[in-house]
């Protein structure tokens, strides 16, 4: 079982914008999720935690491992999906995934062609892998870069926004991979898509502008969450009332009318009715109704 401990973690980039403010969260073996608006952060705790640039203060340590401050050690059981995972023109997938072994050491040709072979069965495209990865859709680079990121026993996968541009068959088998791989390691995964946090991760944060605003099981997020999430179905013009009057979460088209829900401690009243929570509605709570120190 390996624990993935951050502690503290800042970082301003030179034009000001403060990424991280101080993010502490402690993570063991399993599928976690990192959810969070564009901008909120992700991708640069992501890229910290990959060791591809540095913090300005804080400590993060894999085990006994000491990320910020011995790279080296961490790179050798790290394996890092980007979030598009790029592909050298015309190369099969089994020369690509042997080229990824040769740079992560593995130098026994032998060795890398048995290595090679399991991982592409491990993500179901043995039977490709003499073909173009150029030509394969979405889903299978996002295979492949699941393949590289297993080379050499990694104890954490960090995967960045992985289903951006998948279909939803591509994305199903994406992730069923990731979560049969998710069982021996630590998988961190960032994404601003709150139904494949759901389907995927026992544990979660939300991030937002820099912060840790909640961390813990989906489950337990929508409970707190039960009897003070509510709906209505308005006109158009109506929803800039709404706004100004209630605590508007989210807003979305149903049937080509507007859809509100609002938070709420007790019924609202004027039509409103109460509905069952979703992840969705903690998101949007999380990260919308923070600034006006709502606690639920
Ligand atoms: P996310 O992955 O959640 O979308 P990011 O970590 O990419 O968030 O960005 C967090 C904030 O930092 C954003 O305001 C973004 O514009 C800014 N940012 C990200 N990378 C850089 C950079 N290299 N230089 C300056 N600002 C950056």
């Not at 976690?32 to 804080?58: C, H, I, V, Y």
């Not at 939300?206 to 509510?230: F, R």
């Not at 158009?236 to 049937?255: F, P």
């Given at each position: 079982m390996a624990t993935l401990s951050i502690k503290n973690l800042s970082k301003t980039y030179p034009n000001g914008v403060k990424a991280l403010n101080?993010?502490?969260i402690e993570i063991e073996n399993g599928?976690?999720?990192?959810?969070?608006?564009?901008?909120?952060?992700?991708?640069?705790?992501?890229?910290?935690?990959?060791?591809?640039?540095?913090?300005?203060?804080?400590?993060?340590?894999?085990d006994d491992i000491d990320i910020l401050n011995d790279p080296t050690e961490l790179r050798k059981v790290l394996g890092y999906l980007p979030q598009e995972f790029g592909v050298y023109s015309k190369i099969t997938a089994e020369q690509l995934l042997?080229?990824?072994?040769?740079?992560?050491?593995?130098?026994n040709r032998k060795e890398r062609k048995e290595l090679v072979g399991y991982l592409l069965q491990k993500v179901n495209l043995y039977e490709k892998k003499n073909k173009s990865v150029k030509g394969f859709s979405g889903g299978m680079k996002q295979r492949v870069g699941i393949a590289q990121a297993l080379i050499g026993s990694?104890?954490?996968?960090?995967?960045?926004e992985p289903t951006a541009g998948l279909d939803p068959g591509e994305r199903n088998r994406f992730h069923n991979l990731l979560a049969d791989v998710g069982k021996?390691?630590?998988?961190?995964?960032?994404?601003?898509?709150?139904?494949?946090?759901?389907?995927?991760?026992?544990?979660?944060?939300?991030?937002?502008?820099?912060?840790?605003?909640?961390?813990?099981?989906?489950?337990?997020?929508?409970?707190?969450?039960?009897?003070?999430?509510?709906?209505k179905s308005i006109?158009?013009?109506?929803?800039?009332?709404?706004?100004?009057?209630?605590?508007?979460?989210?807003?979305?088209?149903?049937?080509?009318?507007?859809?509100?829900?609002a938070f709420a401690e007790s019924d609202p009243s004027n039509g409103f009715h109460l509905v069952e929570p979703s992840l969705e509605d903690v998101f949007f709570v999380k990260t919308k109704l923070n600034q006006v120190a709502v606690t639920v």
């Open positions: 101080n993010v502490s599928m976690f999720g990192l959810l969070g608006p564009n901008g909120a952060g992700k991708s640069s705790l992501m890229r910290t935690l990959s060791t591809l640039q540095e913090a300005d203060s804080g400590s993060a340590f894999l042997d080229h990824m072994c040769v740079l992560k050491g593995i130098s990694p104890k954490l996968i960090i995967v960045d021996e390691v630590i998988i961190l995964l960032s994404t601003h898509i709150v139904d494949d946090v759901h389907e995927l991760c026992s544990k979660f944060a939300v991030m937002n502008e820099g912060e840790i605003v909640y961390h813990g099981t989906p489950t337990d997020a929508i409970s707190e969450l039960k009897g003070k999430v509510w709906q006109e158009r013009e109506d929803l800039a009332q709404h706004q100004e009057n209630h605590q508007v979460i989210s807003d979305k088209m149903i049937a080509g009318k507007p859809v509100i829900h």
